[in-house]
């Protein structure tokens, strides 16, 4: 319990050497270093405490550490170390991921370089060469995550390639395969051109682009007339195999079954009729190309319609474009409008918005293509997904992101798991070439098991990389071992990730899981927003506004830097980070760093010898601050257990800077610099010790290397922080009757202060001050607290009365609770003077607030400013009022004191 500690005979504090100003770089190597060599990260798998169990985003080998990474990994970060301190037998599970299709193009770049490319070298060769870049640079994002703070077991650093994940992914494809869940079929994918690889849909990106709808007559193979079809891509009529038109469209009843002639090629096909067309797109006649556009291939399925392929991998037109082969798909898209023009087909052409696909590696506009691939039929193991979280089985937060899960999974396409690249988990599959038999097995055969032939190749292709990602939360702990890692920390306790993978990997996880474990992978899944700069925009290159966070830890230390991610981090809203506010909370460590100083200046003496202290050594502000600081202690358990990390370093700033800093230090200080009581100096300094652990301790998770190098002086035979016992709630140290009054004499504080304020008195001016206290148990409290109030309002002479019926002349006067403040201005400024200073300042406020009223009431203004802007407005405009309105009442005051 953080107030019951014992007190060693002589020695709790180390008397060591206080620097008066904190240098973070020295100190976070140091105890980091100190952290890895006492072995503090490493997990047990035979403990028998309770586990806690994260397993790590895997970043691409490729990865430098951004800002995404930082905030996703200091959220991870601060919830293992709270819950190490809490006496759980945590694990957080490090590694990279592969990334097949990204390290491929950064090895192919490097090659290109020296005029070499991955065919030169073949397939094996090259390979070893991304394995070679990979020793060489892979492991840099790892080293990033440790200058952040991050307190994995780094002994079980994993790779979605190696020995052990290799196994897992081929074990899994093969248990898959015998279940009838993977199978290989002609169907159409995402193709992009320069990866030359099928992508899954959510590997591509979309963006609004400006383009065109052309409109084209195609002429009836028998009669006069024509049907007019419009499209975005004529260059994939080369393609053509129907004309589809709604079944309901009166327009067109009469010509379904009826064939057309397609221009530019001179072939007959036919007008079919389907529910999918939308009567209001152009004529409400749509060409249909199986091969070039996902749902007219789904409309060839239900229709048997011809699939003529017209492009190669690299999106240039084949042998079956005629006169077009071998155009880029764009040039052939300009050549055949020419013609179509010249051949008097093109009936008009619109200007048109829609959406295109790009490859979301290299930025090449995709391409639809028909080819063999291999697919997961997903929606069985979809079904058992969405119960998992039906049931609770696996919370996501916040609870927004369940809905969209749902939606998706409910609408979920088989996945396309193969890859036409060479870096990755080959598909374990192998065609004997004698007898034409198809081997799936998890080890390489050494003959046909039909023919007994040795003539065996195994299938080029590779598994997408979010295969092997997939099966990462259980991979890891050593399946398809039975392992004492899997028993113990499977399924996983939490997965801290963000929202835009939550399909790619959360989802897929979530299938792979239950399917080979029988159990979901992890029980909670907190999924955060992005982080842009201070004024909202997506960080990037191009915008010149980008943070780089070793940047940002090399400037101000990791511990603020951790801090301001978690301060800004809420629940389903976006970070807005800015080095200004990473500076600011740089000063918040220097005011833990000062607290902390001060206390140990304090505590020289502290204990000499052996010492009882008696309950009613404890002043009411000892008291009270061991109150407030039990209820900051329940509430940082409860918002870090809910994931309000926000509220969680907003509770904690609060609580050091205001009730600690600003208030309880102030208030002991005559007590510790006096010799009238030593047993009350005693208690302070029993409290300022109790505190002061407690508040490096609750920190510690947020910024763990300013707390350890407090910790380690403050503390004699504890050990590290790291492994410390996180602070409890102990309602025996819950004191209402001492909030209560530390209350009251705060309040009566500050009214004392605002005037001050108000009137422009210099602190160091003495202020006489009269308290009319109409309630007895008020005034008694005011009684025994005027010390505290004389010395923190810097007063000369302080009179506590019952209730004054009539308010002394040459006052400003303040309300605290039933309590009246009159403040004497006699002699303290000069009225005429000050009413002339707040006119001035005044007039000012009303210019300022008629400029940005004037804005504000502008509509064009509004229309053309983001959303940032105006709300800067708005706020700069509410800060005016409230500002105006304090001047408002003090020269109020200033006309009342003059009259």
Known sequence: MYINFHLDNGGLMKHEEFSKGYDPADIEEKWY???????????DDTSDKQPYSIVIPPPNVTGMLHMGHALNNTLQDIMIRFKRMQGYNTLWMPGTDHAGIATQNVVEQELAKGGITRHDLGRDDFIAKVWEWKGKYGGIILDQLQKLGCSCDWSRERFTMDEGLSRAVREVFVRLYHDDLIYQGNYIVNWCPRCHTAISDLEV???????????????????????????????????????????????????????????????????????????????????????????????????????????DGSAIINENGGIYQGQDRFTCRKNVIEDLKKQGYLIKEEPYTHNVGSCYRCKTIIEPAVSKQWFVNIKPLARAAISAVVKGKTKIVPPMWEGTYFDWMDNIRDWCISRQIWWGHRIPVWYCDDCGKMIVTTEEPTECDGCEGSSLRQEEDVLDTWFSSALWPFSTLGWPDNTEALQTFYPTSLLVTGFDILFFWVARMMMMGIYIMKDVPFENVYLHALVRDEHGDKMSKSKGNIIDPLEMIDKYGADAFRFTLAAFTAQGRDVKMSADRIQGYRFFVNKIWNAARFCFMNLRDYP??????????????????????????????????????????????????????????????????????????????????????????????????????????????EGSIVVSQYPSFDDRFSDEEAVGQMNTIIDVISRIRNIRGEMNIPPSKKLKVLLSVPDESQKDVLTNGKDYIVDMANLQELSIEGEVTEEPKGVATGIAGSTKVYVYLEGMIDIGAEIARLEKEMAKMTKDLAFVSKKLANQEFREKASEMVIEKEILKSKELKEKNAILENALSRLHNLEG
């Not at 890895?36 to 990260?41: E, I, Y």
């Not at 000892?622 to 202690?633: A, H």
């Not at 600690?660 to 102030?666: I, P, S």
Request: glycine share 6%; hydrophobic share 40%; proline share 5%.
């Open 205 to 311: 990106e979309y963006t609004e682009e400006n383009g065109g709808l052309w409109y084209i007559e195609y002429p009836f193979a028998e009669g006069e007339g024509s049907v007019v079809v419009a499209t975005t891509r004529p260059e994939t009529m080369l393609g053509d195999t129907a004309v589809a038109v709604n079944p309901d469209d009166e327009r067109y009843k009469d010509l379904v079954g009826k064939e057309v002639i397609l221009p530019l090629v001179n072939k007959k096909i036919p007008i079919i009729a389907d529910d999918y067309v939308a009567k209001e797109f152009g004529s409400g006649a749509v060409k249909i190309t199986p091969s070039c556009d996902p749902n007219d291939f789904e409309m060839a399925q239900r229709h048997d319609i011809e699939i003529v392929i017209i492009m």
């Open 608 to 717: 000499e010898t052996d010492f009882s202290l008696k309950e009613e050594d404890y002043s009411v502000c000892d008291r009270w601050i061991k109150d407030r600081l039990n209820e900051t202690v329940a509430d940082m358990i409860q918002f870090l257990d809910e994931y309000r990390f926000n509220e969680a370093a907003g509770k904690i700033y609060h609580f050091i800077w205001h009730e600690f800093c600003d208030w309880y230090l102030e208030l002991i200080k005559p007590v510790l610099y006096g010799t009238d009581s030593p047993a009350g100096r005693r208690a302070a300094q029993h409290t300022l010790v109790t505190v002061l652990k407690a508040i490096v301790q609750l920190l510690h998770p947020f910024m763990p290397f300013v707390t350890e190098e407090i910790w380690s002086k403050l503390t004699e035979n």
């Open 33 to 43: 270093q100190y952290s890895l060599d006492q072995g503090f990260f490493r997990a």
